[in-house]
């Protein structure tokens, strides 16, 4: 899924912005790859249990009324996993409310694992697993309206990631002296890759979740929120980790490794002290201190743009993984490369700025629908290029959004519908790229002042945030409202279509010009150069005339994505 964030990391640190130009033959190439390394059957078995192919797998889509029917309260999932034979076995309780009596509870679950059983309420109930669904059954007539506890026991070996954390699975690895290192990615494939949840964006644990992980004694087990207690016995320990915010699904795992847990402390912009923990590998630790004094850096960044970090009652945390970092919620993971560049003088890491920025983006401010991945993902990105302002001034912001430009490829809309799986809304490295572009240019069409203002709002206002989970038209009416005026036609222009702005330079005398959009779709702004000096003009439907010495220049700056022809 996440093929194309490689390229844009290393494109955006100025190094490598000619892998953009790749992108559709990587993008044919990885395709085919996967093909083969899924395997040629759609259905396989493996120690007795039928296996889907996960390459099909997307999350999300639209919702079946059964699942519109149940609110998700927690998740609580005790698994035991062993490494050796790459398979883990336990049990997931899954704790939810119906809004109205049902006959059926449903719930995701790929075909990779045996269920053993499944209770309601403390009651054996029937069941059927299939197509990655578990239909439970009420015993009597009806689950009535009101809170349920369903506990499903379970187990079996979780598909293997083919490209971490692009195409998601459980990561086997060794570190570097041979300890067991393991990593888990789903965010393209869902939660239902190893529990038992519903597995749609629009339905987060309103009252977190807790895990008991148990492993090897020895290794450690990084997960989100508090780690509660470690318990060890003989030769295996148990790691008790419990968040009381609402998480995504994709956000509900673990990583494992012979890892040092390094901590510090900071000092939010509200005064609240977070902990911060780096669960690094041993061999590492050496490491620690930089990319932890990188990340209080990068926090005081995102809180002067987007507000206080939002989960202070728990803490920061990083976890080295095997793979391209992902925004787990509370406990970031870290490609573990330790490569930075220079930005004004100061360590920076596109891989370690990119994922702490969903902290805000994605895990905070969550869209609704994959249909909207934009908002977490765009603006996510478009952090990167304020994080560069910061740093080297307006020059490296300037730099950055250029770069953003340059990597759009328009192949189909950012919002191409609703209640769209994964799969069929994410557009490449658009997504991350035109989404970026998109604010830069709403922020020419607003100012500074009413933009920054407004981004800050959408980050920190409740009606956005946390269990409140946003669309598009939220951010559009939200940005309208603090304009005055709808910004509709501009939403809908950039988001829905991927057509440029057209705008016609025509001379109609001597020194005379007319300027005019050629596609209108409402007022707006742009900064014309007439003789050499540059006026802010709106552009109406008829469009402006002009008298210049030269050819009038229009949008020198590059606030827009669009094309102007001379005429």
Same mark, same amino acid.
């Given at each position: 899924?996440?093929?194309?964030?490689?390229?844009?990391?290393?494109?955006?640190?100025?190094?490598?912005?000619?892998? %953009?130009?790749?992108?559709?033959?990587?993008?044919?190439?990885? %395709?085919? %790859?996967?093909?083969?390394?899924?395997?040629?059957e759609s259905v396989k078995q493996q120690n007795g249990v039928q296996q889907t192919d996960i390459g099909k797998l997307s999350s999300g889509g639209k919702l079946k009324p059964v699942q519109a029917n149940m609110d998700i309260r927690k998740y609580t999932l005790n698994l035991d996993v062993?490494?050796?034979?790459?398979?883990?076995?336990?049990?997931?309780?899954?704790?939810?409310?119906?809004?109205?009596?049902?006959?059926?509870?449903?719930?995701?679950?790929?075909?990779?694992?045996?269920?053993?059983?499944?209770?309601?309420?403390?009651?054996?109930?029937?069941?059927?697993?299939? =197509?990655?669904?578990?239909?439970?059954?009420?015993?009597?007539?009806?689950?009535?309206?009101?809170?349920?506890s369903v506990f499903i026991a379970y187990g079996g070996n979780p598909p293997e990631a083919v490209r971490p954390p692009w195409l998601g699975g459980f990561t086997w690895s060794k570190d570097r002296s041979g300890n067991d290192w393991v990593s888990i990615n789903i965010q393209k494939e869902?939660?239902?890759?190893?529990?038992?949840?519903?597995?749609?964006?629009?339905?987060?644990?309103?009252?977190?979740?807790? /895990?008991?992980? *148990?492993?090897?004694?020895?290794?450690?087990?990084?997960?989100?929120?508090?780690?509660?207690?470690?318990?060890?016995?003989?030769?295996?320990? *148990?790691?008790?980790?419990?968040?009381?915010?609402?998480?995504?699904?994709?956000?509900?795992?673990?990583?494992?490794?012979?890892?040092?847990?390094?901590?510090?402390?900071?000092?939010?912009?509200?005064?609240?002290?977070?902990?911060?923990?780096?669960?690094?590998?041993?061999?590492?630790?050496?490491?620690?201190?930089?990319?932890? =004094?990188?990340?209080?850096?990068?926090?005081?960044?995102?809180?002067?743009?987007?507000?206080?970090?939002?989960?202070?009652? =728990?803490?920061?945390?990083?976890?080295?993984?095997?793979?391209?970092? /992902?925004?787990?919620?509370?406990?970031?993971?870290?490609?573990? &490369?330790?490569?930075?560049?220079?930005?004004?003088?100061?360590?920076?890491?596109?891989?370690?700025?990119?994922?702490?920025?969903?902290?805000?983006?994605?895990?905070?401010?969550?869209?609704?629908?994959?249909?909207?991945?934009?908002?977490?993902?765009?603006i996510g990105t478009y952090a990167e290029a304020l994080a560069m302002y910061e740093l080297g001034g307006q020059e490296e912001y300037n730099k950055i959004i250029a770069a953003h430009k340059r990597g759009i490829r328009y192949r189909k809309p950012l919002v191409g519908g609703e209640e769209?799986?994964?799969?069929?809304?994410?557009?490449?490295?658009?997504?991350?790229?035109?989404?970026?572009?998109?604010?830069?240019?709403?922020?020419?069409?607003?100012?500074?002042?009413?933009?920054?203002?407004?981004? &800050?709002? %959408?980050?920190?206002?409740?009606?956005?945030?946390?269990?409140? /989970?946003?669309?598009?038209?939220?951010?559009?009416?939200?940005?309208?409202?603090?304009?005055?005026?709808?910004?509709?036609?501009?939403?809908?222009?950039?988001?829905?279509?991927?057509?440029?702005?057209?705008?016609?330079?025509?001379?109609?005398?001597?020194?005379?010009?007319?300027?005019?959009?050629?596609?209108?779709?409402?007022?707006?702004?742009?900064?014309?150069?007439?003789?050499?000096?540059?006026?802010?003009?709106?552009?109406?439907?008829?469009?402006?005339?002009?008298?210049?010495?030269?050819?009038?220049?229009?949008?020198?700056?590059?606030?827009?994505? &669009?094309?102007?022809?001379?005429?």
């Amino acid at each position: 899924m996440y093929l194309l964030e490689i390229s844009r990391l290393e494109s955006f640190n100025n190094k490598s912005m000619r892998c %953009l130009h790749y992108l559709g033959l990587v993008a044919v190439l990885h %395709l085919f %790859l996967v093909q083969i390394s899924y395997g040629q059957e759609s259905v396989k078995q493996q120690n007795g249990v039928q296996q889907t192919d996960i390459g099909k797998l997307s999350s999300g889509g639209k919702l079946k009324p059964v699942q519109a029917n149940m609110d998700i309260r927690k998740y609580t999932l005790n698994l035991d996993v062993d490494i050796a034979n790459k398979f883990i076995k336990g049990n997931t309780t899954v704790n939810l409310q119906l809004k109205n009596a049902s006959d059926t509870i449903l719930l995701d679950l790929i075909q990779h694992y045996a269920i053993e059983s499944i209770k309601v309420d403390g009651k054996s109930v029937a069941f059927d697993h299939k =197509e990655e669904k578990v239909f439970i059954k009420a015993a009597s007539n009806q689950f009535s309206a009101g809170n349920h506890s369903v506990f499903i026991a379970y187990g079996g070996n979780p598909p293997e990631a083919v490209r971490p954390p692009w195409l998601g699975g459980f990561t086997w690895s060794k570190d570097r002296s041979g300890n067991d290192w393991v990593s888990i990615n789903i965010q393209k494939e869902g939660g239902r890759m190893y529990f038992p949840c519903k597995d749609h964006p629009s339905d987060e644990p309103n009252e977190g979740v807790e /895990m008991n992980i *148990t492993v090897p004694a020895g290794l450690l087990v990084a997960g989100p929120g508090l780690l509660q207690k470690t318990v060890t016995k003989k030769n295996k320990s *148990t790691f008790s980790w419990k968040t009381n915010y609402t998480i995504s699904n994709y956000c509900v795992l673990f990583n494992i490794g012979k890892y040092r847990v390094i901590k510090d402390s900071y000092t939010t912009i509200n005064n609240h002290i977070v902990p911060i923990e780096y669960y690094i590998l041993e061999e590492d630790s050496a490491q620690a201190k930089r990319v932890i =004094e990188a990340k209080k850096r990068d926090s005081k960044i995102l809180e002067k743009y987007f507000g206080e970090y939002p989960w202070y009652k =728990e803490k920061i945390g990083i976890a080295a993984v095997p793979n391209s970092g /992902m925004e787990h919620q509370t406990m970031i993971t870290f490609d573990n &490369k330790f490569i930075f560049n220079k930005v004004g003088g100061q360590d920076y890491s596109a891989n370690l700025f990119h994922e702490y920025a969903h902290e805000w983006w994605a895990n905070k401010v969550t869209n609704k629908d994959w249909a909207h991945m934009w908002i977490q993902e765009g603006i996510g990105t478009y952090a990167e290029a304020l994080a560069m302002y910061e740093l080297g001034g307006q020059e490296e912001y300037n730099k950055i959004i250029a770069a953003h430009k340059r990597g759009i490829r328009y192949r189909k809309p950012l919002v191409g519908g609703e209640e769209l799986s994964e799969d069929e809304t994410y557009a490449g490295n658009d997504i991350y790229t035109k989404g970026s572009f998109f604010m830069h240019s709403l922020r020419y069409v607003l100012g500074d002042e009413v933009f920054l203002k407004t981004l &800050k709002q %959408l980050a920190t206002d409740e009606a956005y945030t946390y269990d409140n /989970m946003v669309t598009t038209t939220d951010v559009e009416q939200l940005f309208s409202k603090a304009a005055g005026y709808s910004l509709k036609p501009f939403f809908d222009f950039h988001l829905r279509t991927t057509q440029l702005i057209e705008v016609s330079v025509k001379e109609t005398g001597y020194q005379q010009y007319q300027i005019k959009p050629l596609n209108y779709f409402m007022d707006l702004p742009f900064e014309i150069t007439l003789n050499g000096r540059a006026t802010r003009m709106i552009l109406g439907k008829d469009g402006i005339s002009v008298k210049s010495n030269t050819v009038p220049m229009v949008d020198a700056a590059g606030y827009y994505l &669009k094309k102007v022809v001379i005429q």
